[in-house]
C-alpha cells in the first residue's frame, strides 16, 4: 500500500492570499464526472506541478544563502515585483521545501524519472542540511531586533534558540530581503513603526522598508517544524543509504548528522520524545537507545486514535465545537513513523492510514452542499471551519465566509493523503 506522492502545497497555494471560494461554474461538475487519470497522465500531472513550483516558488539565486528555499505563496498579481513571494513571520515557509522535497523522492520512486532526484539533490537537502548541520555558524540569539514587549506570547517559550548558537536549529523564516513581511506591511498600512513583531534578528530594524522586505532570521522554531523535516530526513536517508554512488553515501552520511542534530535540538528544546524526529535520528544513525523510545503501534492504539470524522460527526461532545482539520498530520507522521520501524506498514496501520484517508475529507464535502468539491480542494487553514452536534457550523449555500461568500479553500490536506 502507498500514498499518492504528496505534490504540492506551493502549487495549490499559487494564488492570492485570500484563498476565496468563489461561485464555481460548469467546470467543477465536469471535473467531478471525471474518470481518474491514467498512469501516464498522472506522471504529466505531477511534472507540471513540479515543474510550476520550480518555476514561481524557487529561489535560485546562487549568491543567496537560502538558494533552494521554496517560499511557501506566490501572489499571482505581484509575480516579477519584491511582493510576489509575501511570508507571515511564524508561517511554514520552512516547511514547505521539506514537503516538496518529500513530493521529490516518492515522485522519482514512483516513475523513477532522474528528474525529482536532481532537483531534490540540487535544491532542497543542500538547503536544508546547510541549517542542520551548520545552524551554529548560520544563527545566534545574542540580538534580537523586535521591540520590548512584542514576544506575541513566546515570553519563556522554548520555541526559542537557545545558548546563543546550536546545530540542528532551523528557524521559522530565513531571508535576505528576497520576500516581504505581511506583518510590516500591515504596519505600514496603518502607519506604524514597520517593526517585526515575533523575535527575531533583523538586519532592515531603525532603516526605511517601505515595501516590508525580510531581512534577517526568526528565533524562533517549532515541534510541529521539526516533524515534517524528520519525515524529509526520513526518506531522503532511504533514498540514498544504499547506493553505491559515492556521492549519495556522503549525502546520506549528511542527513544521518543531520537527523542527530534535529532530535538533539528538540531535547534541548524540552521536546525530546517526538516520534517522527526520533525514527529518523535511530534509523539513520542506527541508535539503539533512541528506538526504545518509540512505541509500537497494536490495533488496540490505532483504534483509540483521534479520527476528525468520528469525533465531529457521531463522538461529538453536545454543544461543543469539533474543527474541520487543514492538515493531515496525523496520517503523514503515523505512516512514515511505521516505515522506519519496521521497513512497511503493519496491517493495524495500513488500516488506520486508509480509514483516516477516506473519512477526513469528507468533512469539506459535507459542509459543500451546492457544488462537487473541486479534486484535491479541502479548508484553508487559516480559517477553520468547525462542526457543532453532528453538523457543519454552516453550509456553502449560506455564504458566512469573507464577504459573504463560502469559505476559503486550501489544499493542505489533499496534498499530504
Not at 535576505?176 to 517585526?196: E, H, M, N
Request: charged share 25%; with cysteine; net charge negative.
Amino acid at each position: 500500500m502507498k500514498l499518492l506522492p504528496r505534490i504540492l502545497i506551493a502549487s495549490a497555494l499559487s494564488c492570492p492570499l485570500l484563498a476565496a471560494d468563489l461561485d464555481r461554474g460548469p467546470w467543477v461538475e465536469k471535473a467531478a464526472a471525471k474518470p481518474p487519470m491514467t498512469a501516464d497522465e498522472t506522471r504529466a500531472f505531477m511534472k507540471r506541478l513540479a515543474e510550476y513550483v520550480l518555476n514561481n516558488h524557487l529561489k535560485r539565486d546562487a549568491h543567496s544563502p537560502q538558494r533552494g528555499i521554496i517560499y511557501e505563496y506566490l501572489d499571482t498579481t505581484k509575480k516579477g515585483t519584491p511582493g510576489q513571494w509575501p511570508e507571515g513571520e511564524a508561517l511554514d515557509t520552512m516547511h514547505d521545501g521539506a514537503w516538496f522535497a518529500v513530493a521529490m523522492v516518492n515522485a522519482y520512486r514512483a516513475t523513477g524519472d532522474p528528474f525529482y532526484k536532481e532537483v531534490l539533490t540540487k535544491w532542497q537537502l543542500p538547503f536544508y542540511l546547510q541549517m542542520l548541520n551548520h545552524s551554529d555558524e548560520l544563527f545566534t540569539s545574542e540580538r534580537n531586533d523586535a521591540p520590548a514587549g512584542h514576544e506575541r506570547g513566546w515570553s519563556g517559550s522554548k520555541e526559542w534558540l537557545l545558548q546563543g548558537r546550536e546545530k540542528g536549529f532551523v528557524p521559522y523564516w530565513w531571508d535576505d530581503g528576497t520576500s516581504v513581511s505581511l506583518d510590516i506591511l500591515g504596519q505600514v498600512a496603518r502607519k506604524q513603526p514597520d517593526a517585526i513583531d515575533f523575535p527575531a534578528r533583523n538586519e532592515l530594524a531603525g532603516k526605511p522598508n517601505p515595501e516590508g522586505r525580510l531581512s534577517g532570521y526568526s528565533l524562533g522554531s517549532s515541534s510541529h517544524l521539526a516533524q515534517d523535516l524528520a519525515v524529509m530526513l526520513e526518506v531522503t536517508w532511504l533514498l540514498f543509504h544504499d547506493s553505491t554512488d559515492p556521492a549519495d553515501k556522503k549525502l546520506a552520511d549528511e542527513i544521518a548528522e543531520a537527523a542527530r542534530h534535529l532530535q538533539e535540538c528538540r531535547t534541548r528544546h524540552g521536546a525530546s520524545s517526538i516520534p517522527a524526529v526520533i525514527a529518523a535520528a535511530a534509523l539513520s544513525n542506527d541508535d539503539a537507545e533512541l528506538w526504545k523510545h518509540l512505541g509500537a503501534d497494536s490495533w488496540d492504539s490505532v483504534r483509540k486514535g483521534k479520527n476528525h470524522f468520528l469525533r465531529a460527526t457521531s463522538d461529538f461532545k453536545p454543544g461543543e465545537p469539533a474543527p474541520v482539520p487543514a492538515f493531515a498530520d496525523d496520517v503523514e507522521y503515523r505512516y512514515y513513523d511505521q516505515i522506519a520501524k519496521s521497513g512497511t506498514l503493519t496491517e493495524p496501520v495500513a488500516w488506520k492510514t486508509a480509514f483516516d484517508a477516506l473519512t477526513e475529507p469528507q468533512l469539506y464535502r459535507l459542509y459543500s452542499d451546492d457544488s462537487p468539491t473541486p479534486p484535491g480542494i479541502s479548508v484553508f487553514d487559516l480559517h477553520p471551519y468547525k462542526f457543532v452536534d453532528g453538523k457543519p457550523v454552516d453550509l456553502r449555500s449560506e455564504r458566512k465566509g469573507p464577504g459573504k461568500g463560502p469559505r476559503p479553500i486550501g489544499s493542505r490536506s489533499a496534498h499530504r493523503i
